[in-house]
């Protein structure tokens, strides 16, 4: 069965925008951890109900380090938004991931070391499974979309995550393909944990710009070359973004809806009501 539930998207580098979208407000939300990036954008897209949030703000003014990831997954939830499509600029680790491919990312590795990355971080501990960080049925659904579109597509990889924005040293890049990393990027890690602990079906659609600087032959990897590429990428992109739309989402098949059913350990009679307060939107129906 297809669900009709709002729809969140997350645009990264180059998606401020989404052409055939129907703005019907705008959304300015204050949360527990501060402000989104930007105001969240409700509207409708092949004639369904989307919110749309650019990651960087609009005009890419927020580095990634930088990123307030707590207030825009906090955000998305608090709109009603239950599963989220992250559309991000990655560079490939594979010979076969080529610039202009989508990868359906299935894994993630955390290279990351100056971000929040838990809404848990005082008065309550709480412990979620990310052995598989991305909704299956949310996946299923961005890799039906990409065929429909006749995107090049790859079903599955794993996205190493760097804290930027630097990119990559040739040393650091060989290294993360000795870990079986098949993409690299700087934003994504966080929105999947997060969107986890909310209980949020997430799954990312990486855009392939560049091979990072590893390949023997390939130039190093400059700001123009991947905003070239990452144009022709973004077309393809709101392709299949409506195609989701058209084809629809299976409900979930994974944990991502109960994900902190069992993860909470901290001692109910020990929550301050002060955290409760803060965290009501995550654990109410818990505590």
Known sequence: MKNTELIGIIG????????????????????????????????TLEGKEVAFLPRHGAGHLINPTHINFRA?????????????????????????????DMVVVDQ????????ESSFFDQGIVAHV????????????????????AGASIHPQGTYLC???????????SHWYRLMNA??????????????????????TLALSTDYDCWRVGHEEVTADQVVEVLK??????????KQVLVLGISA????????????????RKKISAKTKKKLSLLIQKYI
Not at 108 to 115: H, K, L, S, V
Request: glycine share 6%; charged share 20%.
């Open 72 to 100: 825009n997954i906090w955000a998305l939830k608090k709109i009603g938004v239950s599963s989220i499509i992250s559309v991000s600029a990655v560079g490939s680790l594979k010979e076969e991931i080529k610039p202009g």
């Open 129 to 148: 499974s990310l052995a598989e960080p991305t909704c299956p049925s949310l996946r299923l659904a961005l890799i039906e979309a990409s065929h429909k």
């Open 162 to 172: 760097m804290e930027g924005p630097q990119f990559s040293t040739q040393a650091e």
């Open 232 to 241: 022709n990428n973004i077309v393809m992109a709101q392709k299949i973004l």
């Open 12 to 43: 990264g580098s180059g998606l401020y925008s989404m052409v055939d979208f129907r703005l019907k407000k705008k959304v300015s939300l204050l949360t527990p951890f501060g402000k989104p990036s930007d105001s969240i954008l409700l509207g």
């Open 108 to 115: 993630f590795i955390d290279r990351t070391y100056a971000r």
């Open 182 to 203: 098949h993409v690299i990027g700087m934003t994504n890690v966080q929105e999947a944990k997060l969107a986890r602990e909310a209980e949020m079906c997430y799954a």
């Open 252 to 267: 979930c098949t994974g944990k991502c809806r109960y994900a902190l059913a069992h993860a909470i350990l901290t001692d």
